[in-house]
């Protein structure tokens, strides 16, 4: 009997595809992870330069300021002063009517008191009058009283007719040494028999003169 023939060999079964494997990376040539962007800087701001050059224009200009108002205050003291020489100087500084009460006062008392003296009368007594008149009055004042009353005692006497002055105000304008001249308000009430009283205003300027300690008058103008 022939030898049974050798079972025919068999071609090695297939294995199965292994699958892609990802190339393998060396550790050192290993790209580094991809780093998060840093956000925009804003650029380093310059040194401060200026305000050293502010802090010193602020003080030129306090400086500057504080000169100009003593300069003021100079000029204001300059001014002030030259007021004061012009005025000490000027004649009104001189006008004691401003400055001195009791001085003032004197003489529109004793000035008002010769103006009711001579402006008042009364028809039996006109003497008493003209005596009183040569005493208060001088100057200018006098002359024209004594050419004007001769006519006053005439027509008082045929009239019979009683004049009575009232100072109402007697005003000093202005008192320098012994010379004073005022502005003086009247009434003046006339009288007559079977008639009713008339009051008649009157407005004078009068300049008076001290003479002997006791105030004259010496001029009289009617305003």
Sequence with gaps: MSPAPEAAAQPPAPR???PPQPPSVPEDTAAPAPRAPRPPQPPDAPEDTAAPAH?????????AAVLAAALLLLLAAAVLLHQERRLSGSPTAANRALTDGAATDRV???????LREVFSYRPEDTG???AAAAELLDGRAARQYTALFARVEQEAARQKLTLTTHVVRAGVTRLDGGRARLLVFLDQVAERPGRAPATVPAQLSVTARLEDGRWRITDIAAR
């Design 128 to 130: 008493r009058t003209r």
């Design 55 to 63: 802090r010193a224009a602020a003080r030129t200009r306090g400086t």
């Design 108 to 114: 529109a008392a004793e000035v008002g008191a010769a």
């Design 16 to 18: 199965a595809p292994r």
